[in-house]
């Protein structure tokens, strides 16, 4: 019997080699390559199969309306962008545990309620065991088809059977095809297995959601190639020790990428947050320290007001510490540079770090000011207004530039009860009737006067 042939394949960027190298010399990932049995290339001509579809104008091409339909979840439609579209290949990642199987079975729930056909493939699970998370997610429906399977030609033969409208793959690790003999997980695996769904979803019309995995560094497991081959990529984001999730989208090729969707981990499952201000702030107390501050945020079509908390204490080391949490860590180094060059503060013997609260990224330069006057207030020891809203990006003259959607943020703010905002001068003026203190500020010690509380 002949000696099998293998290669070693990298399962991030699907680099393959004829030996064990430990680091990717493609991608500089280590220790990411694993073995798998080489296929010999066949010598026959491959079959030409000619598609007949004939080639229509754009103009031609008729929209139905129901192209798109609601997952039953408003946060949900929200990041896809007012709904699933029919045919579509969406991917759903996130980390181990944090509610990506209770996320799907709840939207397969309401969408078999509304009289659609759909086949839910456990490729992780028996039927038993998600039958018990059903009952105690109160998901009962008899359109709702559960497949406990992990191969993926016998998940074909049962989509010719059912005819399902709907898809769920759970999870794309987890599946194999015959026509593969590597193991299921390998980037030939996903790569092949993820083809075949693609074309099950467009010429079939099915749409179908597969759930994958992410790695240690948060990036979903299996080749990069995998992102670029589906119509929308959704992440499900949290820490598991606490109830928020956040749902966010990196692609959407039918939405915009900036919404997020916000959720709450109950015991009977999620639950939607139709006001997340409130739920980032609800453990704010009016004692408020130095160093927390409020500011108004934009994500996608939504404003968010969350709180930033900054501690500014005399440095043990030969360098001070700089930590970000939820923000990036340039950002905070340039916003440092900033009052040391413009406010005169000396901060290159102290420790400064900087925590969102919520475990809520924020990327957007409008959030400037608002980590500025943590610090700043941390360091003087003074309490910013507990009743003030700040919103403005800072340049690296002091001064405080305009930012979007200002009185969107605005109207969040006065919803919750804040009697102050201190916004950019250089914005336009205000459209909209607020019954809000509006402070108009062109220099960050401007902002550092106006926001210290009185009391």
Not at 289 to 302: F, H, Q, Y
Not at 391 to 412: A, D, F, M
Request: aromatic letters at 6%; one cysteine or more; proline letters at 3%.
């Amino acid at each position: 019997m002949a000696k099998l042939k293998t290669k070693w394949v990298c399962q991030n960027c699907g680099y393959e080699t004829a030996k064990y190298i430990g680091r990717c010399p493609d991608c500089g990932s280590w220790g990411t390559l694993t073995e798998e049995i080489e296929v010999k290339q066949t010598t026959q001509k491959p079959t030409v199969v000619i598609d007949d579809t004939p080639v229509c104008l754009i103009n031609e091409i008729e929209i139905k309306e129901s192209i798109k339909f609601s997952t039953g979840f408003e946060e949900l439609d929200r990041v896809l962008g007012s709904g699933l579209v029919q045919g579509s290949l969406v991917l759903l990642a996130g980390d181990p545990g944090i509610g990506k199987s209770t996320l799907i079975l709840q939207t397969a729930g309401n969408i078999c309620k509304k009289g659609k056909k759909l086949l839910y493939v456990c490729a992780e699970e028996s039927g038993s065991q998600v039958k018990l998370r059903a009952q105690r997610l109160n998901v009962n429906s008899d359109n709702l088809y559960v497949y406990s399977q992990t191969n993926l030609e016998s998940v074909i033969a049962q989509i010719d059977n059912i005819k399902p409208e709907i898809l769920v793959i759970d999870s794309i690790q987890s599946i194999y095809t015959s026509n593969i003999t590597s193991s299921s997980g390998s980037v030939s695996q996903i790569r092949e297995c993820t083809n075949s769904l693609m074309d099950i979803a467009k010429n079939k019309n099915i749409t179908v959601i597969i759930i994958g995995h992410v790695t240690k560094d948060g990036n979903i497991a299996g080749p990069k190639v995998l992102e670029h081959m589906v119509d929308t990529v959704i992440y499900f984001e949290g820490d598991k020790y606490k109830s928020q999730r956040l749902l966010r989208s990196i692609k959407n090729r039918f939405g915009s990428t900036n919404e997020i969707g916000v959720f709450n981990m109950a015991e009977n499952g999620l639950e939607e947050v139709t006001n997340p201000s409130e739920l980032f702030m609800k453990e704010r107390t009016d004692n408020a320290a130095p160093g927390s501050v409020i500011i108004a945020t934009n994500e996608g079509t939504r404003a968010l007001l969350v709180e930033v908390q900054a501690l500014v204490g005399a440095t043990s080391y030969p360098s001070p510490r700089r930590v970000s949490t939820g923000t990036e860590f340039n950002r905070l180094l340039q916003i440092i540079a900033v009052l040391e060059k413009r406010i005169g503060l000396n901060l290159s013997k102290h420790d400064v770090y900087v925590n969102v609260t919520g475990g809520i990224e924020i990327d957007e330069p409008a959030a400037d000011l608002g980590i500025a006057l943590a610090i700043a207030t941390c360091y003087r020891d003074v309490i910013v207004d507990p009743n003030c809203v700040i919103i403005g990006e800072i340049s690296l003259s002091g001064e405080i530039r305009n930012v979007s959607n200002l009185e969107k943020r605005i109207y969040e703010a006065q919803k919750l009860g804040f009697k102050k905002a201190i916004v950019p001068k250089q914005n336009k003026k205000l459209q909209g009737n607020f019954d809000i203190q509006i402070i108009e500020v062109a220099r960050l010690m401007e902002a550092i006067s106006a926001c210290v509380s009185k009391k």
